[in-house]
């Protein structure tokens, strides 16, 4: 009877993705802080610089996935808001979970779709994978997790104004990507560096697509599997938790 | 404090009016009832289920039109609809069948694949209401549901409300409008300030007001209104166009003193009618009292 329960809310689960794909993929902030960010923010990252493609495709794949899968998320909620259909939503019969695991799954797709690129240009290049296998594993999880962080970046303040969440998480987000390894392997950051960037999920991937891709990283590969997967859970739950607390207040 | 320890039943198969004016605590009830928002104390019970821990069962079973709530303005009606009929778990072939029929009553199926954001307000609440009605609820949970719209769009809304009532389906509408719940609703509900002031049948909630009743009168030359207080049994006189309207306890023995009135004054009666309370005059009064 469970098992049937949470599979029919798992379906709603979908429908929800299929509105947000439909409604939230073409917005204009989604675009640009999803799409035209990253790419501008790599060749920032590219240009001047004389790097071989094995670097220079982990980095360039860290920033795609984390910039796209958590471009999604934070629009959704104070969007419904203000577009006055959060409350029809919230009068279905569908529990919290079922409306954000909804939202993590299209923000997960977006990124994870979106990340294919990257590796396709790598291939372009002539860049071989060494554990393609891994590096699959690393994006799926990666972006699920960056997915699950986006909707804890608009579980807080309550607003109705997506342009404020999107401000606030692009003041998270830029000095994340700055301490995870993409600009400067992790190797070579100082020990301080090193700590910073052990707080930031990004790091874990940066340093497993590195593992997939080049053969080698600076933590294990388990630690990174194992670090990406609690970062994912901690991120769901504390934001559904913040979520249930602060929806009422934005009806 | 918006809603205070009310209490009421709504019986299966009924139309229950809750009326009340801004700021009354009728949005907040309905959004207590439908899941929406906890409240801080209380029970609520939906069809044997209790609407505060068995949310998913009670919102299963219940189709809703808040009061600010709008449809998804860049999705088509029809993605709307299926949406919707998705999240109540509606089979495919079923909320094809029933969006289909609901467009077509609402005349809205010409326009199926277009984006909502160019839908008028009277069409966007057409296409609410048939949200509300794709999983075929037993409860309907309406709150001002003809609220702003065009007379046309507001009766097709009551013709659609009172079939669905018809054919069993219990519903419960906030309103402004008395005449509206006047029409539609077997039970009243009163509310002002969180309290429920009164809770009746239309027609009982008129007749427990017979200091509200009334006579119209108009004569052949124009009367002050201040010399109907000479008239034994008038309680209060207003003009009202070319007719003075008399609130009285007891018509007919006000009726045999306007008779002598008009002699003594020397003056025709072009027309005399007796006046049971409105609605809208109990509710005006209890709104006052309370």
């Given amino acids: ?251 | 404090m918006a809603v205070d320890r009310i209490s009421f039943q709504v019986k299966k198969g009924e139309l229950f009016g809750f009326l009340g004016p801004n700021a009354a605590g009728k949005t907040t009830t309905i959004r207590m009832l439908t899941g929406v928002i906890k409240p801080d104390g209380g029970t609520a019970s939906v069809f044997g289920y209790d609407a505060l821990r068995e949310g998913l069962k009670t919102k299963q079973l219940m189709g809703i039109v808040p009061e600010m709530a709008n449809a998804y303005v860049d999705l088509s009606a029809w993605n709307n609809l299926m949406l919707i009929g998705e999240l109540y778990g509606v089979p495919k072939k079923q909320r094809r069948e029933v969006a289909s029929r609901l467009l077509k009553d609402f005349g809205l199926y010409e326009r199926r694949n277009h984006l909502v954001k160019g839908f008028s307000r009277g069409m966007k609440q057409k296409l609410l209401l048939s949200m509300a009605l794709i999983n075929e609820p037993q409860i309907l949970f309406l709150d001002e549901p003809t609220s702003g719209l065009d007379v046309e769009s507001q009766r097709l809304i009551r013709d659609i409300i009172r079939e669905f009532n018809k054919n069993g389906t219990t519903v419960f509408l906030t309103t402004h409008n008395m005449e509206e719940a006047n029409q539609l609703c077997d039970k009243i509900a009163i509310i002002n300030h969180g309290k429920i002031a009164a809770i009746d049948s239309p027609k009982r909630l008129r007749l427990r007001s017979s200091g509200l009743q009334s006579i119209e009168v108009s004569f052949d030359k124009a009367v002050n209104v201040e010399d109907f207080s000479k008239v034994q049994g008038v309680n209060e006189a207003k003009k009202m166009g070319d007719k003075t309207r008399l609130y009285v306890d007891e018509p007919s023995v006000v009726i045999d003193q306007l008779v002598n009135f008009a002699r003594s004054k020397r003056l025709k009666i072009i027309s005399l009618s007796t006046l049971a309370p409105t609605l809208e005059d109990v509710f005006l009064e209890l709104v006052k009292e309370d």
């Fill in chain 1, 1 to 251: 009877m469970e098992k049937i329960l949470y599979w029919e809310q798992f379906k709603r689960s979908l429908a929800i993705v299929k509105k947000n794909v439909r409604i939230y993929y073409s917005k204009g902030p989604v675009v640009i802080f999803g799409l035209l960010v990253p790419f501008f923010l790599f060749l920032s990252f590219y240009i001047g610089r004389n790097m071989p493609a094995e670097a220079l495709v982990p980095g360039l794949l860290g920033i795609t996935a984390f910039f796209t899968a958590t471009s999604v998320g934070p629009a959704i909620v104070p969007w419904e808001a203000r577009a006055k259909t959060l409350e029809r939503l919230i009068s279905s019969p569908i529990s919290i979970w079922t409306i954000f695991l909804g939202d993590v799954l299209s923000s997960f797709l977006f990124g994870a779709l979106v990340s294919v690129f990257p590796v396709l240009v790598g291939f372009s290049i002539g860049v071989e994978i060494a554990n393609p296998l891994l590096l699959g594993l690393g994006i799926v999880l990666a972006t699920f997790c960056f997915a699950s962080f986006s909707i804890l970046l608009s579980a807080y303040p309550p607003t109705d104004t997506p342009a404020s969440v999107m401000m606030l998480s692009s003041m998270i987000k830029f000095p994340l990507v700055f301490i995870s390894g993409i600009f400067i392997p992790i190797e070579e950051l100082p020990v301080w560096g090193k700590t910073v960037a052990s707080i930031s999920p990004l790091t874990y991937f940066t340093d497993l697509a590195r593992h997939a891709i080049q053969g080698n990283g600076y933590y294990s590969i388990g630690l990174d599997l194992g670090v990406l997967t609690a970062f994912a859970i901690i991120f769901l739950v504390v934001a559904i938790k913040i979520h249930e607390r602060t929806l009422q207040k934005r009806l």
